[in-house]
């Protein structure tokens, strides 16, 4: 009898947990939908949406084992999450080749090809992969490097139309520019308007047989995140650190990664904006938007746009490989004019602490 009891006292005590764990997850899976500039800590609360998912897969586990009336509790969980899982991990398995005639568009922020601290020069490395992939548009984030005027000659044996955007302030001392490669002829490119110091946005149109493609690549705001940050935050995961010290890191981390994304939500919605006056024309944006799948800035992004990985993607996607920051940051997305028929980070190259976002596109009239 009194076996009994304590028996059904430690499962309602893991049922507790597990409503509590479905509840956190639930708040950190619809976080997207919190303006940063209202809830600054809720709007953060995306990053720690995958723990939350893990956590209720090894509740449902346990149900299976110990008690399957309440397994209900874990299912339901996953039922009330399916968008954000949608959106953090698509499973589209069943892929077939795209067509011959899609459209090919390659986004890779190339850390100014600096060899992600494994090659001193990663410029050709880099350059030998574009070509192979075939792209009908290259859109790059930190392509600079100091060898600027060699890099261009090497771009222009393969790709027919080129520009190099310098998209920081002058006064800044950390160059940044954007670089658009393309068979297509370039009409004209005009700088999105937004306030940022080292970051930016440029609107391309290109000339795609009898139509016009409004292109935006993107470089939005960064975490400004020093070196010292990200090896204290990797004490932390790793359990090298005091409590008490571990507080007041985490406050401080969350602090800056809020008040970046309140600025990246400024960013979104003047490019926003800039698509709306500009809808008579097919979009596609894409480009380092140093924001998870679940984020404000995403989550905005995609209003009226298809996001191409979500809609065509398998798995994680992580794009942003360096050490306990390993996150999708890098995105694309269609206006309906396209269809998205394959989406995927390449992880075959590490010449760059980012991996290369490819996207296959074919009319949505096809």
Not at 19 to 43: F, N
Not at 51 to 68: C, D, E, G, Q, Y
Not at 162 to 176: A, F, G, H, R, V
Not at 282 to 288: A, L
Request: glycine share 6%; charged share 20%; net charge neutral.
């Amino acid at each position: 009898m009194m076996t009994g009891r304590l028996k059904s006292f430690a499962l309602n005590l893991v049922a507790g947990a597990n409503v509590l764990t479905v509840a956190l997850m639930l708040l950190a899976g619809y976080s997207d939908r919190i303006e940063p500039e209202l809830h600054p800590w809720i709007s953060c609360a995306g990053m720690v949406f995958p723990f939350f998912l893990v956590a209720n897969l090894a509740f449902t586990l346990f149900w299976v084992v110990f008690s399957w009336k309440r397994l209900l509790i874990s299912l339901a969980g996953f039922a009330l999450a399916y968008v954000p899982i949608r959106i953090y991990m698509p499973l589209h398995f069943a892929q077939e080749p795209p067509p011959d005639d899609a459209l090919c568009v390659l986004s890779y922020n190339v850390a100014g090809y600096a060899g992600n601290y494994k090659y001193e020069e990663a410029f050709d490395t880099i350059l030998a992969y574009i070509v192979k992939q075939q792209p009908d548009i290259v859109c790059l984030q930190e392509d600079m490097t100091s060898k600027w005027k060699n890099t261009q000659r090497d771009f222009a044996r393969h790709f027919k139309y080129n520009d190099t955007t310098q998209i920081n302030m002058p006064e800044y001392s950390n160059l940044n520019c954007l670089g658009l490669h393309t068979r297509f002829p370039i009409l004209k490119k005009e700088r999105i308007c937004y306030e940022s110091r080292a970051n930016g946005s440029v609107a391309y149109y290109l000339k795609t047989g009898n139509d016009t493609l409004l292109l935006i690549n993107n470089h939005l705001e960064s975490t400004h995140l020093s070196s010292d940050d990200r090896l204290r935050y990797r004490q932390m995961i790793d359990g090298d650190m005091q409590r008490d010290t571990a507080k007041s890191e985490s406050r401080m981390l969350i602090d800056k990664l809020a008040g970046a994304m309140a600025i990246r939500a400024q960013h979104v919605a003047a490019i926003k904006q800039y698509i709306g006056e500009h809808s008579q024309y097919p979009v596609i944006v894409s480009g380092d938007f140093n924001d998870t799948p679940i984020s404000y800035t995403r989550h905005a992004m995609a209003q009226g746009l298809t996001d191409c990985f979500v809609e065509a993607g398998c798995g994680l996607g992580l794009s942003f490989n360096q050490r306990g920051f390993n996150f999708r940051i890098d995105h694309m997305m269609c206006s309906a004019h396209f269809t998205p028929c394959q989406c995927k980070v390449d992880k075959s190259i590490d010449a760059s602490d980012h991996y290369p976002l490819l996207c296959w596109f074919r009319k949505a009239d096809q």
